[in-house]
């Protein structure tokens, strides 16, 4: 009997009730965890990261004719598995399921490779689904990769609920002690206009994102931690009185992690617009608030936030909306039904 796996780099309780919903009687799905994300310190941290992509699917490659179903949490795993399959030019004999899907063009030299590899992957025919956060988002990818649209599915993304187990931690010592907002992640952040537009907000704001190679410019109100990571960062976010996603590419389907997060955690949150993250998931004023990059109307919309009462009942609704749409259950339950 031929198994169905998911392939993750996390560990394997972040999935599991994914593996849940997307199991049945007659169709058992096991988790497969090959962590690569480790803390990103400089260059030969990438690179280790790149490598670990390709031995682990390099290893389920060789190993193709004992799977059914491939479906990769970590779009890079099973992306890399179609890539081996165009190279050598094997038979189709695998369901391969890329989750997560973003595809951000590179800088320089790296434009065109990275370009052509992504091509290879997904213009070969070995791909069977990619899911995307929004309708835009699959047109873009359709018309890139010359990808047939019912190849894409749009997916909201889902998180296991954090709140139970973080909500109630303790503040960390290096917090601010009268309150702060906190900015996190590392992918498609525009940390450089976050920052330009705190110049006169009298609130502190933290910023953690390990591979933010910028300053607070000289403002004693914004500060930066590029040493916070995984779980460690669940007290920043539990006792933060607001979260902001300045977004950096609005075409780019990233950063829904932490914007789900925050929405869990009954957090008022800002994301920057137009921007997937606040298409799929933000119903302006509603669960959250939406502005675009500019500089005086961002200003103006955090002070309200932080300085009145008038958004507080954004905090009940952004728990809300989270449990009703994008639990991990949810996100498996949709991905059965459409595969």
């Known amino acids: ?19 849940d919903a997307l199991s ?66 094997v038979k189709k004999q695998n369901k391969l399921i890329a989750l997560n899907f973003t595809y951000k063009e590179k800088n320089g030299k790296a434009k065109k490779i990275y370009r052509w590899f992504m ?43 954090p709140y139970e187990n973080f909500s109630k931690l303790a503040a960390p010592s290096e917090a601010p002690e009268n309150g702060y907002v906190l900015a996190i992640g590392r992918s498609n952040r525009d940390y450089d206009f976050l920052i330009s537009a705190w110049e ?26 590029r040493n916070v990571a995984g779980e460690a960062s669940y007290p920043w976010i539990a006792n933060c009185d607001a979260m902001v996603l300045p977004i950096d590419d609005g075409t780019i389907c990233s950063g829904d992690t932490v914007l ?17 993250l606040s298409e799929m998931y933000i ?10 990059k ?8 955090v002070k309200e936030m932080l300085f009145s009462d008038k958004y507080d009942y954004l905090q009940d609704n952004a728990r809300e909306s989270y449990l009703t749409n994008y639990s991990r259950m949810s996100m498996g339950k949709r991905i059965k039904e459409k595969i």
């Open 200 to 225: 006169k907000i009298e609130y502190p704001l933290v910023i953690i994102a390990d591979t933010y190679k910028g300053s607070n410019r000289g403002n004693p109100n914004v500060h930066i931690l």
């Open 24 to 89: 049945s009687s007659d169709k058992k799905f096991e988790i497969c965890s090959h962590i690569a994300n480790w803390k990103r310190t400089g260059k030969m941290s990438e690179l280790r990261r790149y490598g670990k992509y390709f031995a682990v699917a390099l290893k389920y490659f060789m190993g193709r004719k004992k799977y059914d179903t491939i479906i990769g949490w970590q779009q890079f795993y099973v992306l890399i598995f179609c890539f081996f399959c165009s190279v050598f030019h």
């Open 119 to 161: 091509g290879k992957c997904l213009e070969t025919g070995y791909i069977d689904y990619l899911c995307v956060l929004s309708q835009n988002y699959a047109k873009i990818i359709s018309e890139e990769f010359n990808l047939p649209l019912e190849k894409i599915i749009i997916l909201p993304f889902g998180i296991n609920d």
């Open 283 to 292: 119903v302006d004023f509603q669960n959250g608030l939406c502005v675009e």
């Open 294 to 301: 500019d500089k005086s109307k961002f200003e103006v919309l």
């Open 1 to 19: 009997m031929k198994k169905h796996i998911i392939l993750c780099d996390c560990v394997s309780d972040e999935v599991e009730s994914l593996c």
């Open 260 to 276: 789900l997060t925050a929405l869990a955690m009954k957090k008022k949150v800002l994301i920057t617009a137009p921007s997937t």
